[in-house]
C-alpha cells in the first residue's frame, strides 16, 4: 500500500471528509485531494501531524510498511482471538458436546437444552459461536439436579468423609526394615508401568489386540520393542507406531505427565510441606511447568489460575473436563508419603485434585492415593481396592462401578467378560469415555483383582485392555511396586531404564529413582 492509498484509508476509516482532514492539519482540501492522488506529498510537519493524529508511525506513513500499517491503523476494530490457532482444550466452545455428556452424567437438568448444544456445537469457530458458549456455561452451571438422580456425589471434603462407607480401618505403622523397598518398589513400579502403556498411548483395541497378537504379546507380558515393528507389521494399523518411546529406544524414562506429576507432588512437599493448601499447588504448578505440560482439565485450570479463578472454582470455569483422569494420575505419591494411613493419603489427593476436578474426579485421586498407602501395609489385593473405596463416598458412581467389577469377580467371571463390560459400559471411541476416571479406575480395579498380586501379570491386563494405557499401567504398577517391594519385581521390567526418570520440571529435569525413594522416605517417617 503506497502513501497515497494509506491517506485515502485512514480518513475514510476515521469517517472524516477531506475538508475535516484539511481542517485538522491546518492545510487546504486541495492539498489533501493532491496528497490522496498521489500528485504531491506532504512536508515532514505535517506527516508528523497526520502520524500523531492516526496514532501510526511516521515509518508506516513513508516506508510501505503494509504489515505494520494493517496493524495499527484500524479504528474501532475489534480485536478476536485466532481461533485457528487455539487449542481445543483451551476453547471452552469447541467442546460443548462433551459438557453435555458430563453434566448429564453428573445429573444437572439440562434436557431442554441438548438441542441448543448440539447445534452450537456444529458452527464454526469465532465471536459468535464463544459468545453462545458462554451462555451455556452459565446455563450448566446453575441447573439443578434433574429428579430422580441416584448419586449424591458431593466435591467438599467434610461432606465426602460423612458419605464414606462404614469400612475405614485404623492407621497402621508400616514396618520399618521394609519401608523403603516398599516405596522404591512404588516408584520403579510405577514408572515401568507408565512405559509400557506410553508408546500406545491413545490406540484403540481394534488395532491393539491384533498388534499384540502379531508381536506375540497376548496376554501382554513383556514391553513392546521397536525392533520387532517392521514396516510390514506397521503399515497395518492406523495408529503410528514409529518414533515413540521403547525400552530398546531409551536410557532412561522418558518425561511423562503421569510420571512429571509424582515428581511434582515432591517438589510441592518440600515447598509448602504436608500442610499444604489447594492454593499451593496451583502456585507449584504456574511456577514448575509450562502450559503445555498440562492436559485437558489441568490444562484448563492452568488457563483459569492466569485469569484468576483460584480453587476451588478453577475447577470448575468452563471446565468440560472435570470427571476425566488427570487426577486419579496424580495422587500416587500422597500414598507414598502416609504409608498404612490412607485416610491421610485421601485427604492430601482431595487438596491437589480439587483444583481442577470435582466429584468422581476428585474420588479417583482419592481411590488410588488411599490403595497406595494401604499397600504399604496389606497383602490382601481385595483389601487394598475396598481401603481406596473407603475413602470416598459409598453414593458415587466411581463406588458403584469399582465394586461392579468386583462382583463379576466373585461371581466367577472372566476378565475378558469383565473388560468386555468395562467396554460395553464406556465407549474407548469417544474421548470422554477414553479419559474418564470411572472408565480407568474400572480398569485399575479389574487389573488388581484379576492379576492377583503379580506384577506383570496386573500391569499387562492394564494395558492391554486399551483406554488410558500408561495412567492404568502406572497406577497398578504404582500400588503392585509398594504392595510387592522392588526386591519382588522383575528386572527385565526395570533394567532399561537404569534407576532414571526424565522430568519436564523446572530445575529439577533427569532424577534417580532410587534418589526420589530415599527423599520420600524421610518425608514418610515424618
Not at 476428585?362 to 499397600?375: K, L, V
Request: hydrophobic fraction near 35%.
Amino acid at each position: 500500500m503506497n502513501f497515497s492509498a494509506i491517506i485515502g484509508r485512514l480518513r475514510t476509516d476515521a469517517g472524516m471528509t477531506q475538508e475535516k482532514l484539511a481542517e485538522l492539519v491546518g492545510v487546504s482540501r486541495q492539498a489533501v485531494q493532491k496528497w490522496e492522488s498521489g500528485s504531491a506529498l506532504p512536508d515532514i510537519d505535517n506527516i508528523i501531524k497526520l502520524s500523531k493524529y492516526f496514532n501510526i508511525s511516521v515509518d508506516a506513513l513513508i516506508f510501505d510498511s503494509d504489515r505494520r500499517t494493517s496493524e495499527e491503523l484500524s479504528f474501532d476494530k475489534k480485536l478476536s482471538p485466532q481461533y485457528s490457532t487455539m487449542h481445543g482444550w483451551e476453547n471452552y466452545s469447541t467442546q460443548l458436546i462433551t459438557e453435555l455428556t458430563q453434566s448429564f452424567e453428573e445429573g444437572k437438568d439440562i434436557g431442554a437444552y441438548e438441542e441448543l448444544f448440539r447445534a452450537v456445537a456444529k458452527l464454526p469457530n469465532g465471536d459468535a459461536k464463544t459468545k453462545i458458549a458462554d451462555i451455556l456455561f452459565e446455563i450448566v452451571l446453575n441447573a439443578p439436579l434433574r429428579d430422580g438422580y441416584g448419586y449424591n456425589e458431593p466435591s467438599d471434603l467434610e461432606t465426602i468423609k460423612l458419605l464414606r462407607p462404614d469400612t475405614a480401618k485404623p492407621a497402621r505403622a508400616p514396618e520399618a526394615d521394609k519401608l523403603y523397598d516398599k516405596i522404591y518398589g512404588a516408584w520403579v513400579g510405577r514408572t515401568c508401568g507408565c512405559l509400557l502403556g506410553k508408546p500406545i498411548e491413545g490406540i484403540r483395541t481394534n488395532e491393539l489386540v491384533p498388534l499384540l497378537k502379531q508381536t506375540g504379546n497376548y496376554p501382554m507380558t513383556r514391553y513392546i520393542r521397536d525392533a520387532e515393528l517392521t514396516d510390514e507389521i506397521c503399515s497395518k494399523f492406523n495408529y503410528r507406531l514409529k518414533g515413540k518411546c521403547y525400552p530398546d529406544t531409551i536410557d532412561c524414562a522418558p518425561v511423562d505427565d503421569d510420571t512429571n506429576y509424582t515428581v511434582l507432588a515432591s517438589v510441592l512437599i518440600d515447598r509448602y510441606g504436608i500442610d499444604f493448601t489447594p492454593w499451593d499447588v496451583s502456585r507449584v504448578w504456574l511456577d514448575y511447568q509450562p502450559k503445555n505440560a498440562y492436559c485437558t482439565a489441568e490444562r484448563v485450570a492452568f488457563r483459569n489460575f492466569v485469569m484468576g479463578y483460584n480453587p476451588p472454582e478453577s475447577a470448575i470455569y468452563k471446565n468440560p473436563y472435570r470427571e476425566w483422569i488427570g487426577a486419579q494420575i496424580r495422587g500416587d505419591y500422597f500414598g507414598y508419603i502416609n504409608p498404612g494411613n490412607p485416610e491421610l493419603a485421601a485427604e492430601m489427593a482431595w487438596r491437589d485434585a480439587s483444583i481442577s476436578h470435582i466429584k468422581n474426579g476428585i474420588y479417583g485421586e482419592m481411590f488410588a492415593a488411599a490403595m497406595i498407602a494401604e499397600a504399604a501395609v496389606c497383602d490382601d489385593i481385595r483389601e487394598i481396592i475396598e481401603s481406596g473405596l473407603g475413602q470416598i463416598p459409598a453414593t458415587s458412581r466411581l463406588t458403584e462401578d469399582v465394586k461392579s467389577v468386583l462382583a463379576m469377580y466373585d461371581d466367577g467371571k472372566s476378565v475378558d467378560d469383565c473388560f468386555a463390560f468395562i467396554h460395553e459400559k464406556w465407549n474407548e471411541y469417544t474421548d470422554h469415555g477414553w479419559c474418564h476416571t470411572i472408565s480407568n479406575a474400572m480398569i485399575v480395579a479389574a487389573a488388581l483383582i484379576y492379576g492377583g498380586g503379580d506384577y506383570t501379570r496386573s500391569i499387562g491386563l492394564a494395558v492391554q485392555t486399551g483406554f488410558d494405557t500408561d495412567c492404568n499401567g502406572a497406577t497398578v504398577g504404582s500400588v503392585l511396586g509398594m504392595r510387592n517391594g522392588f526386591a519382588a519385581l522383575p528386572s527385565e521390567w526395570y533394567e532399561p531404564i537404569g534407576d532414571k526418570l526424565a522430568t519436564s520440571i523446572f530445575g529439577v529435569g533427569t532424577v534417580k529413582l532410587s534418589d526420589m525413594a530415599k527423599k520420600t522416605l524421610a518425608v514418610a517417617k515424618r
